[in-house]
Each structure stands twice: as C-alpha cells, then as structure tokens.
C-alpha cells in the first residue's frame, strides 16, 4: 500500500494544502481521501492520467474538505475521462457533493463519465479492501476511516478531537494520521485535536507512526519540534509519499 500526502494544511493555511491523501494499492486500485480546494492542483502536478483514480471517500463536507471536486470532475470531463467514479460519504452530507459535482458541467447536466454515490458505513469491502469507520468529535459529522489492504493498514482521521471509536479504529494500525490543529492542550469539548492529546495516543497505542496534520500554520514550528523526541510521531508535510510494503519514504 502506496501513500501519498496531497495536503496537510489547515482550512485556511498560506503554507500547505488543505488536508487528503491518495491511497494506492499493489494492483494500482487509487482512493482519494477527501479534496479541498488546493487538492487538484496538487494532483495534476504528479501527472498521471484521468482515469486513474477510482474513488473518493469524504471525511466530511467542510469546504476545505471538499470544494476541490467541482474542479477535478471538470477537468477529467475536459480531458474525457471513461472510467466510472465510486464517490462514498455520509448520506445526509450527499447534497452538498452532488451541487458541487453539477457545478462542473454546467450548464449541461451529464459528465462523460458514471459517478456512483454510495453510503459511508460502519464496515464495507472494496476490490480486496477492508474499510472501517468512526465518528470523530467534530463540529460537522466525521467519519475517520481504516483501511486494511495488501496486508496493511491505513488510519485516517479526517478533522475532529479523538473518540473511543475512533480511538478504536486506529488501534495497530501500520501508519496513522491524527488531526492535530494545536501544540497546547485544547478544552475537552474542542472540535479538534492537540499535541498531548496525540502524544498520549502514540504512546498508549504504541503505534509505529502516527503523522500529525491539518495544524495551524502558527503552531508548526513547536509541533515539529515536540515530536522530535518520539521516534515515529510525526509533523506530516505535503508531498510525504510512504509505501507500507517497503517502508520507502520521500517527498513527491
């Protein structure tokens, strides 16, 4: 299992793109994790072609999350695109996706390819995949996801402070990311992760890494440097490519 970090940036950050990754197995199978608005520049600068990415899976539909989809669907209807698209998330979330995947034909009403909405649930398979999901604590429903491929497994956690669930989910996980938008604790009832939140994970799990992402830009310099004592915690920076067979890493 091949993982590409898109973005790691925080909603509004002027240093990275918003947070998503692409998940790519041995057979080639792309997932796309969410695609915030930065997210198809980043993809068109890695090349490839317009069909290689399979589906999507939204965390949820915050704009930073999401608005990048009427820009990827248009361009992959501007250079012909065949190959039907899986695009999963939260049903009562759907709407939103659906007006921005209009906006990028209009004003026509049909792109040249096949988009399958389906539902996020608890536990679904996909070619091989076994998919697993979590409500993080988040102002805005998030579904975190696991996936287990290749005889890997991936944790997730789109935005939102930890659960027990989701605490759950990323249990022996191989690599996992946790939102982290601060390196000071945060209130309990917060909507988003912290440094001694995510240091206490990484050491009560024992997890083999554990990549902190979507921070606030301000806080990324003592993030960094908090996790340099912690050998596998770490600040997750835009372009990180890991392969989970072969434990490479580098920067795309």
């Excluded at 509004?12 to 198809?40: H, K, M, W, Y």
Aim: charged share 20%; with cysteine.
């Amino acid at each position: 299992m091949k993982i590409d970090v898109l973005g790691c940036g925080s909603a509004f950050s002027l240093q990275q793109n918003t947070s998503a990754i692409r998940v790519i197995d041995n057979e080639n199978r792309q997932l796309l994790i969410d695609c915030g608005p930065t997210i198809p520049r980043a993809l068109w600068q890695r090349g490839g072609d317009v069909n290689d990415i399979d589906a999507i899976y939204f965390t949820h539909v915050h704009p930073d999350h999401c608005t990048g989809l009427t820009a990827l669907l248009n361009y992959w209807k501007s250079f012909q695109r065949r190959k039907p698209l899986i695009i999963w998330s939260l049903r009562e979330q759907r709407p939103v996706l659906i007006k921005l995947a209009s906006l990028a034909n209009w004003p026509a009403n049909d792109l040249c390819f096949d988009i399958e909405w389906r539902d996020s649930e608890a536990e679904w398979q996909w070619q091989g995949w076994h998919m697993r999901t979590a409500f993080t604590h988040h102002e805005l429903p998030n579904l975190a996801l696991r996936i287990e491929a290749d005889g890997h497994t991936l944790f997730y956690s789109g935005d939102g402070r930890p659960t027990p669930e989701s605490i759950a989910l990323m249990h022996n996980a191989c690599l996992a990311f946790q939102e982290c938008a601060s390196a000071t604790a945060l209130p309990n009832d917060a909507s988003h992760g912290d440094f001694p939140g995510c240091l206490a994970l990484f050491e009560q799990l024992r997890l083999p890494r554990l990549g902190l992402y979507h921070c606030n830009d301000a806080a990324l310099p003592a993030i960094e440097q908090a996790c340099t004592p912690y050998p596998g915690l770490f600040l997750s920076h835009d372009g990180f490519a890991t392969d989970l067979s072969s434990r490479a890493e580098g920067k795309v």
